[in-house]
């Protein structure tokens, strides 16, 4: 199994040598930054995937490309060089609206659910309401990440819909790790940023000016499925084997994490660094669930063609989602 690493910068590059042509027994997942990606990363190290593969009768070559932003993700669904895609629940609405009658993009599976926290070092704001033209919100996609998409549903909550971008202006993409360095260090443009674990965590730790301003479940009315898998319709189609192996890797993977929260969080350190006692609080947090199933993701959805984000309506998970059996009691 290979992981290849890939900034922003030659992502266009990579875009052009991809292929269109699905093939069983070959899976190339992106993924981006975070604990989020743990059932990934656990799947990655236990060779999950390859074990499924051989269930079904199949050797799978899996590669994993690393991105940073849903719009990012997203073109490299469509371009064929990635089959999965691992991004917010915004982008995947965003791909599944642009592509409904024609690829037909759709989730797969959930990450599971974890909690996402707008964190300010600006002391002056305690709320959204309080953001200036003095404040940039670093996210990893304006408009597209689920970051930004919940940060436009809570705007409409508070100044009504016809206000939903109203913050827009103020969000500048930037990867993860680099937005949440300007908010422990300050003495940059960047005073927010809509993260994820660890992030956010090590944001509060590393610098006592940070404070929470926004919860993703406040906003979506509870724990939800803000991280997701994805992908094209004629994937699913021709590498049947190839898709129901990577499923059950994803189960797999979620039930070690379960019994083997400490070896999970070892596994996510090998390639990334981190505190691990703040590590294992995060994996261990009783608001974190590492799951397959998603939660949670419908009224978002429902709020984005509400305001003309989107043109399709979701009305149930089976929309947006291939409707497999680990799928069916997801909202």
């Not at 236990?46 to 994993?64: M, R």
């Not at 965003?94 to 926290?117: C, E, H, M």
């Amino acid at each position: 199994m290979t992981f290849r690493f890939l900034t922003l910068a030659v992502t266009a590059l990579a875009l052009l040598t991809g292929t269109a042509r699905a093939e069983e027994g070959r899976l190339r997942i992106a993924q981006q930054f975070g604990v989020v990606y743990l059932l990934l990363n656990v799947a990655q190290d236990q060779q999950l995937i390859e074990k499924h593969g051989k269930q079904q009768g199949v050797d799978i070559k899996v590669e994993f490309v690393q991105l940073s932003g849903g719009s990012a993700v997203n073109d490299a669904l469509l371009a064929g060089s990635i089959d999965i895609a691992g991004a917010g629940v915004g982008p995947l609405f965003t791909i599944w609206d642009r592509t409904r009658g024609k690829q037909n993009v759709k989730g797969v599976a959930s990450l599971g659910n974890f909690p996402y926290y707008l964190v300010s070092n600006n002391p002056a704001v305690k709320t959204i309401a309080d953001f200036t033209d003095k404040d940039r919100i670093a996210l990893p996609s304006v408009g597209v990440s689920v970051q930004s998409r919940v940060l436009q549903f809570a705007s409409a909550k508070l100044w009504g819909d016809k206000e939903f971008n109203r913050l827009d202006k103020l969000q500048v993409a930037l990867p993860h790790p680099e937005a949440a360095a300007a908010i422990i260090s300050g003495g940059t443009e960047i005073t927010a940023h809509f993260g994820n674990p660890p992030f956010q965590e090590q944001e509060l730790a590393g610098n006592p000016k940070a404070r929470i301003v926004l919860n993703s479940y406040d906003v979506l009315g509870g724990p939800a499925s803000a991280t997701l898998l994805y992908a094209t319709e004629k994937f699913r189609a021709e590498s049947p084997k190839t898709y129901r192996a990577f499923v059950n890797a994803l189960d797999e993977a979620a039930q070690f994490i379960a019994r083997n929260p400490e070896q999970a969080a070892d596994i996510y350190l090998k390639t990334n660094k981190v505190d691990r006692a703040l590590l294992l609080k995060i994996v261990r947090n009783p608001e974190v669930q590492f799951k397959t199933t998603p939660q949670n993701t419908l009224g978002l959805g429902q709020f984005l063609y509400r305001v003309g984000a989107i043109k399709n309506e979701p009305k149930t998970i089976t929309d947006y989602f291939f409707d497999d059996a680990h799928v069916k009691g997801g909202n």
